[in-house]
């Protein structure tokens, strides 16, 4: 989904957007690596329960020295990235509990609505990250439905708006602020995290970094120990590689 263009650039987003499902379709051709090693996680806990935010500004699942690192720079609001959510994160947790793969998630930007979304889905903080991704996937379509026609006095009402104030205009319009206030977000929390405008720039700045260092091509990319995944955008696909590099 996407807004008027003038939306966009007026949140500065000043890279060149990508398209969702731009990774989705062919099939990629591999020969399976040896086996690597995995590392238990510290007493009593489990590595899917290690969640980390990353100094790239991603959060990550997993045991932070696994040797197999997957990286995806996903939309909140891209349909293919929900596909792969709901299809992916449980069975790609086997792997992530052996130790030997570590997941990553970066948010990234498509249109204005992502980046609302995004703020608000690592409003949280890495604890409850995933299930609220999750979660959000899992109702994307319906959120989506709230969006304003071309000629909804909403969007004029935006037009008056500073590029902060709308973040927060689209994400409560959407329903993203009630979204994470049912989650345990409190009110005045979720608009604190709508209103930072350091928070923002993080994020449009990994955006504009992914798209020099990995030229990405539409989302969801995968990113599989330092290398783009091509043609690669679903669970099985993405499985074969994992596999294919010794998971």
């Not at 500065?12 to 590392?39: F, K």
Request: net charge negative.
């Amino acid at each position: 989904m996407r807004l008027p263009i003038g939306l966009v650039s007026a949140l500065a987003l000043s890279t060149t957007l990508a398209a969702c499902g731009g990774g989705e379709s062919g099939n990629i051709t591999t020969t399976p690596a040896d086996p690597v090693a995995g590392a238990a996680a510290p007493g009593g806990t489990q590595w899917v329960d290690t969640v980390e935010k990353t100094a790239e500004g991603g959060f990550r699942m997993g045991n932070p020295a696994a040797p197999i690192k997957l990286i995806e720079y996903g939309s909140r609001t891209c349909g293919h990235c929900a596909a792969f959510a709901t299809s992916a994160m449980e069975p790609m947790k086997a792997y992530i509990a052996s130790g030997k793969v570590s997941f990553e998630f970066r948010d990234f930007l498509l249109n204005p609505i992502d980046l609302g979304a995004a703020l608000l889905g690592q409003c949280a903080g890495p604890g409850p990250f995933f299930p609220i991704m999750d979660q959000m996937y899992a109702q994307q379509a319906d959120l989506l439905k709230n969006g304003p026609a071309q000629d909804d006095p909403f969007t004029k009402q935006l037009e008056a708006m500073n590029p902060q104030q709308r973040v927060a205009a689209l994400a409560e319009r959407f329903g993203y602020l009630a979204f994470v206030q049912e989650r345990g977000v409190p009110e005045a929390q979720a608009r604190q995290c709508l209103a930072d405008a350091a928070a923002t720039q993080a994020l449009v700045k990994s955006n504009e970094d992914a798209t020099k260092q990995y030229n990405i091509p539409g989302t969801p990319t995968f990113i599989l120990n330092g290398k783009v995944l091509e043609n690669t955008g679903t669970w099985p696909q993405v499985e074969a590689a994992l596999k294919a590099a010794g998971a």
